[in-house]
């Protein structure tokens, strides 16, 4: 079959991937957007475009997906059930693909409480699981939620998010299962900090055998201070930051401590990459687009392979 887009050929054939997120804008400026994306051409083979990220409002995941495209820069659309019924929802599915939109991250979101607009009306018609199956069903049998039909169905990569160290541990691979039988085809997870713990996680998904089923991209974080790391470790939730990253950052003069962001990065990128059934790895610099290329460069992910959206390959998944 067919790769629906560049990134689903390349981890069909069996390539690492490398992903990286966009930092959301808030100007109405497309150059704003294009600026940003253009530090990050060569050096990954897709771009998220987050979705009011944090529960801060910044410019849509579909329009800035959309800006992607025009520049030939592939994207991957983030969509989140926290703001949207299931009607605006999948007008969003089929506007993106209308717009050259192939890959998506279906997700939660996190909650108001997180952001700057505390008081608004979370939606949550359908939680994330149903809108994976809902995606899954707009492309395999072309048709809504409602069971109408499609005059033309979407082609889409679909993914969903995963967070290994979220309590109770042993809960999340069973999470991550039932994701991919929704339709999941490929899983971002939260940012890893702890290679051994991720390394059981994902033992623990190889004995359910989805190895052969889904592709895994750990999401790396690249810390550019002490401080950050600190803020992450104390006030993001769900996120396990060790104290020795904390502490290697504290104990490095404040001069130099983006630079050593950038070598734990790197060794976490080489550390996970030799754990069985991972995938490639999702690269994320806060607002920070050029870290993201100095750690694709230092952790010898560079050049990027290139192949054909098209192209016919093989794999399962």
Known sequence: MPAPSRLAGLLRAGRFVVTA??????????????????????????????DNTGAHVHMSSLAAAHLLVEKGIEPIMQLTVRDRNRLALQADLLGAAALGVRNIVL???????????????????????????VA?????????????????????????????FAPPLEFRPLRLQKKVRAGADFIQTQLVFDAPLFTRFMSIVGDLGLLDKVFIIPSIGIPRSAR???????????????????????KTPPARQSQEGIQIAVELVKAVREIPGVAGVHLIGIKWEEGVVQV????????????SPLATVGGSR
């Open 21 to 50: 997120e966009l930092t959301s804008t808030n100007s109405a400026d497309p150059e704003a957007t294009w600026r940003l994306a253009e530090v990050l051409r060569g050096s990954v083979d897709a771009v998220n475009c987050t």
């Open 107 to 133: 997700m939660s979101g996190d909650d108001v409480t997180a952001g700057d607009h505390p008081e608004a009306r979370r939606i949550y018609d359908i939680d994330s699981m149903q809108l994976i199956e």
């Open 136 to 164: 899954a069903g707009m492309r395999d049998r072309g048709v809504y939620l409602s069971g109408r039909k499609l005059e033309q169905a979407p082609s889409f990569f679909i993914g969903a998010v995963e967070n290994p």
């Open 228 to 250: 950050s790391a600190r803020y992450m470790r104390e006030k993001v939730p769900g996120l396990h930051v060790p104290d020795a990253v904390v502490d290697r950052l504290e």
């Open 296 to 307: 694709a460069e230092a952790a010898g992910l560079l050049p990027r392979p290139t192949v």
